[in-house]
């Protein structure tokens, strides 16, 4: 894509700009008024995708000049590595999602079947929300590497514990307790991979999210050898002991040490450092100058940038991290600065309703699954074999709608805005489709196509949410919009235990609320293609 440069404001070697800003160092106020006239310039069509919405006129500056040396470097392998070991962050999250479900009916059969029968779905939900809430405002608050580098340890080390669990309640723990860890993920992965992203490369986030499909795709495969064999499955409540049960077992302790490789991964194959748009809103000048540097030094790129010419901006307003006030203050500072403006406000409670609503929608639909296709008669002759064969073929069709999105999402007259809405319609039209469901033929036919449709959606929401979030208050506002998603997701684990899971209403109800998706879609008030994050 051609990205709309930043002509309007001088770049960081224009001899214009130096002495403009030598000029404001040789007295007390110009620096306020040459930040002011900035601020005006940079509010011009083609600009960052924020500016001119009335923030802090000296962060917004700032953070223009930080956007123009990202692209002054560009894409480097540092990015590539990048995509990779954040993409890992994608698939343990799916994964996560995954196990729970596919280790529950043999881990209830052998716990005596005592207790809530969708308890794991509610602990892993639980365990996100809280996770998506925790690591969000503490991204804010700390900064971005603490957390990306410790989310993936807690969900190894508490996955490989969960298969020593003896009942029911306390592997429900560690479920949550994964979930936790998980529930970081999404919001660091694509947080952090945007903060470094030149402009023209903003794509790459929606391509990110095919990590998630091979995720399920890992998850189905892990099951599918691990959950047929007789030798380590029982057939029956009656005579379940955990030496007839080890499969699910070996399900914890695989996925557990695969989680393990990918946090170690993260530790030794890139040693991340702060992202230069934290720092920067944060007010350290200084260490943006020596990161964006490091960079360049080590890619052989150029780079502009100079700490004169961010210290010329100004200070920032009192609107991110300060010492003094308690983490409490800290977090409201952060949710107000969602609505700073009208259309900010707008925004920002679209993008949290698309999240409530995909939550319910998608799990729901999956929840009822199983006994709507039963009372279909679409799975009574199918083997554990082949059920696990179908659940990694659906899996494997959601790797490519992340793929195709991002090429839509690029193309002038689509962008994100209604990539998406195309995402969540054709994904509503196969939903009412799959009512007429009655062969396993159909049913795996209707499942791909839903999976590759839903993610050309998700996809796009997942890179969507940080594009046009401000950086000072983009984890929170991303961790609320994820935290959201999780609360409806809860809710339809307990809609699933009270409701008539053998009629087509759900399917149809599931339907109609992608349809409402797809509009609010359309109407979000901003579109990123063509710009840059804030």
């Given at each position: 894509m051609e990205m709309n440069t930043l002509n309007t404001v001088a770049s960081p070697g224009d001899p214009m700009m130096q002495d403009e800003r030598s000029e404001a160092s040789g007295a007390q106020n110009s620096g306020n008024s040459s930040t002011l006239v900035a601020a005006t310039k940079i509010s011009d069509k083609g600009a960052d995708i924020l500016a001119g919405e009335d923030l802090d006129p000296v962060l917004e500056t700032k953070m223009s000049l930080v956007n123009d040396a990202i692209d002054e470097i560009g894409w480097t392998r540092y990015h590539t590595k990048l995509f990779f070991l954040n993409g890992f962050g994608y698939s343990v999250d799916s994964l996560v999602l995954l196990l729970q479900s596919v280790i529950a009916k043999p881990a209830f059969m052998?716990?005596?079947e005592v207790g809530f029968a969708n308890a794991l779905t509610i602990a892993v939900y639980v365990g996100m929300l809280v996770g998506a809430l925790f690591w969000g405002t503490t991204a804010d608050i700390i900064g971005r590497r603490l957390a990306f580098n410790t989310s993936l340890a807690i969900c190894s080390v508490?996955?490989?514990?969960?298969?020593?669990?003896?009942?029911?309640?306390?592997?429900?723990?560690?479920?949550?307790?994964?979930?936790?860890?998980?529930?970081?993920?999404l919001i660091l992965d694509t947080t952090v991979f945007l903060e470094y992203l030149p402009g023209k490369k903003q794509w790459v986030l929606?391509?990110?999210?095919?990590?998630?499909g091979l995720g399920q795709t890992v998850a189905g495969g892990i099951a599918w050898g691990f959950l047929v064999p007789d030798k380590w499955n029982c057939a029956s409540a009656s005579n379940c002991g955990w030496r007839d049960n080890m499969g699910w077992r070996y399900v914890m302790i695989t996925s557990g040490a695969l989680v393990g490789v990918m946090s170690l991964l993260r530790i030794t194959v890139i040693r991340l450092n702060e992202t230069p748009k934290w720092l920067v809103a944060n007010g350290r000048d200084a260490d943006v100058i020596a990161i964006v540097h490091k960079i360049a030094a080590k890619y052989n790129r150029t780079c502009s940038l100079t700490i004169g010419q961010l210290e010329a901006c100004g200070v920032i307003a009192g609107t991110t991290h300060n010492k003094r006030r308690l983490p409490l203050g800290e977090s409201l500072v952060h949710m107000r600065g969602l609505f700073a403006t009208r259309k900010l406000a707008l925004s920002t409670s679209l993008i949290w309703l698309s999240w409530a609503m995909v939550g319910l929608a998608y799990p729901l639909f999956y929840v009822f699954l199983p006994t709507y296709l039963a009372s279909r008669g679409a799975t009574s002759n199918l083997s554990p074999s082949e059920v696990w064969r179908n659940y990694t073929f659906t899996n494997i069709s959601s790797i490519f709608g992340p793929v195709l999105a991002a090429l839509l999402c690029n193309i002038p007259l689509l962008g994100r805005k209604f990539t998406m809405a195309i995402g969540a319609g054709l994904t509503a039209t196969f939903f009412f489709a799959?009512?007429?469901?009655?062969?396993?033929?159909?049913?795996i036919g209707f499942s791909c196509a839903i999976g590759f449709c839903f993610n050309v959606y998700y996809g796009v929401l997942y890179a969507y949410t940080p594009e046009v979030l401000p950086s000072a208050h983009r984890a929170t506002g991303d961790g609320v919009g994820v935290g959201f998603n999780r609360i409806t997701g809860i809710l339809s684990a307990v809609v699933a235990a009270v409701a008539d899971t053998s009629t087509t209403a759900p399917i149809f109800v599931c339907g109609a609320l992608f349809v409402a998706i797809g509009v609010v879609s359309a109407v979000l008030p901003f579109e990123p293609y063509g710009h840059r994050s804030s």
């Open positions: 052998e716990f005596g508490a996955a490989a514990i969960s298969a020593a669990m003896p009942n029911w309640p306390s592997l429900a723990l560690f479920i949550s307790l994964i979930g936790f860890g998980a529930g970081g993920n929606t391509l990110m999210a095919m990590w998630w799959y009512a007429s469901v009655n062969t396993p033929a159909q049913d």
